[in-house]
C-alpha cells in the first residue's frame, strides 16, 4: 500500500499523494554546453523520462538553465553541492526545483535565503543526502544519512519552508531500503528514490531493481531514479521496468518472451531485441509475446495482446491467447510488427 505523502508541485507535475511514480533521469552532459545538454534531454523526453536532474557545478552552469529551459518540455532539477550561490543563480535562471546535499551545504543563513527565495517562486527544494559526501565515515550510517536530512528540513521549517521533497542514497542497497523505511515513518514529504553509484548496465539493473522493488513494494517512493555508468536513457527505461514489474505504471512495450530451449527453431532473442529498438520510445501500454514454440507458446502467453509463436518454417499469430493466423517462417516479424503498430494506433 502506498504511503501517501503531500503533495509538491514540480514544472507541471504533482508529486507525492496519490500521483504516478514519476522517472527521473540526469544528463551527463556539461551544463554549461547548452546544445549538447538540451539534445541529451530531448532524447531522455522521446523515452519518457519526466523529470530531469542537471549538475550545476557553478555560477556559469546556472546560467545557462535560462537556455536550457527554453527548449525542453520537463521540469528541469538544479542539482547544487558545496556553493549556495549557485542554487540562488539558478532558481533566478527558472530551475524548477533545487536539490541540495545536506552534507555540504549546510550554512544555516544560506538555507534559510534559498528557501525564502523558492517560497516566493513556489519552488520545490529536495533534501539529497548521500554517503559519500560525509568528510568522514559516520559509525551508525542510517541514523547519520537521517540525522543530515532532519537537520536541513528543520532549517527550512524553521523560516515556514514546507515545499520539501527528501532523499537518501548510498550504493548499498540494504541500507538504502533501512534508511528510507526511516525517512518515510519520519517525514510526510514526498520520497525521491534511488541507488546511487549502482555500476553499469547489468550491475544497476539488479541493484537497483531490488533495492527499489523492495522500497516500492512497501509503498515507499514517489519519483525515482535508477543510476547506471552508461547511456541515461537506460536510466528511464530501467525505471519504468521497475515500475511496471510491480503493475505501479503502464508505459510502452511489456515484452512477454521464453527463454527457449530445445524445441526453438528460430532466433527469439534476434526479435526481441528488434522489438525493443523498433518500438523504444512507444508510451502506450501493450503487451507483446514472443514465444519460441508453437507447442506452448499461445498458452504461455494468454494476456497478451499480440503473440507470435515462431517454428522454422512457420509459426502463429495469436491475439489474447487465441489464434488468429498461420504464418510462414520468413514474415514472422514483418507481421507482428504491424499487428503491433495496429494495435497501438487503436488503443
Ligand atoms: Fe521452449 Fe517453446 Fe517454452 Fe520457448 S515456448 S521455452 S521454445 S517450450
Redesign the pocket.
Same mark, same amino acid.
Given at each position: 500500500m502506498r504511503k501517501i505523502k503531500k503533495e509538491i508541485r514540480i514544472g507541471d507535475f504533482v508529486i507525492g499523494g496519490n500521483n504516478p511514480i514519476r522517472v527521473q533521469s540526469m544528463t551527463k552532459t556539461d551544463t554549461r554546453d547548452v546544445e549538447s545538454t538540451v539534445n541529451q534531454i530531448l532524447m531522455l523526453e522521446d523515452y519518457g523520462c519526466e523529470i530531469i536532474r542537471v549538475a550545476v557545478r557553478d555560477l556559469e552552469a546556472a546560467s545557462k538553465i535560462k537556455d536550457i529551459k527554453k527548449s525542453i518540455h520537463i521540469p528541469l532539477v538544479a542539482d547544487v553541492h558545496f556553493d549556495p550561490r549557485i542554487a540562488i543563480e539558478a532558481i533566478l535562471n527558472g530551475a524548477d526545483k533545487i536539490r541540495l546535499n545536506p552534507s555540504n551545504i549546510n550554512d544555516k543563513e544560506w538555507i534559510k535565503k534559498i528557501a525564502l527565495l523558492c517560497k516566493e517562486r513556489g519552488i520545490p527544494i529536495r533534501v539529497g543526502a548521500n554517503l559519500g559526501s560525509f568528510k568522514e565515515k559516520p559509525k551508525n550510517l542510517e541514523e547519520a544519512l537521517v540525522e543530515s536530512v532532519k537537520k536541513e528540513v528543520q532549517i527550512l521549517n524553521s523560516v515556514g519552508f514546507e515545499n520539501i521533497v527528501i532523499s537518501a542514497k548510498t550504493s548499498d542497497v540494504l541500507l538504502t531500503i533501512k534508511v528510507n523505511k526511516m525517512l518515510s515513518e519520519i517525514f510526510e514529504y514526498p520520497i525521491h528514490i534511488g541507488i546511487t553509484e549502482a555500476g553499469a548496465l547489468r550491475d544497476s539493473l539488479i541493484k537497483s531493481g531490488i533495492g527499489l522493488g523492495i522500497l516500492l513494494n512497501e509503498g515507499i517512493g514517489d519519483t525515482l531514479r535508477v543510476s547506471i555508468t552508461g547511456d541515461p536513457v537506460e536510466e528511464v527505461i530501467a525505471g519504468y521496468n521497475i515500475l511496471k514489474a510491480l503493475g505501479l505504471r503502464k508505459h510502452g512495450l511489456e515484452i512477454i518472451s $521464453?527463454?527457449? $530451449? &530445445?524445441? +526453438?527453431e528460430v532466433d527469439?532473442e534476434k526479435i526481441v531485441n528488434k522489438l525493443n529498438v523498433d518500438f523504444a520510445k512507444v508510451n502506450k501500454s501493450i503487451k507483446v509475446a514472443v514465444? &519460441?514454440?508453437v507447442?506452448?507458446?499461445p498458452g504461455?502467453a494468454k494476456d497478451a495482446d499480440v503473440g507470435v +509463436?515462431c517454428g522454422k518454417n512457420s509459426g502463429v499469430l495469436f491475439k489474447k491467447g487465441k489464434i488468429v493466423r498461420i504464418l510462414d517462417g520468413n514474415e514472422i516479424y514483418d507481421v507482428l510488427k504491424k499487428e503491433i503498430e495496429s494495435v497501438i494506433n487503436n488503443n
Open positions: $521464453c527463454p527457449t $530451449c &530445445g524445441r +526453438a527469439i514465444m &519460441g514454440c507447442v506452448n507458446g504461455e +509463436a
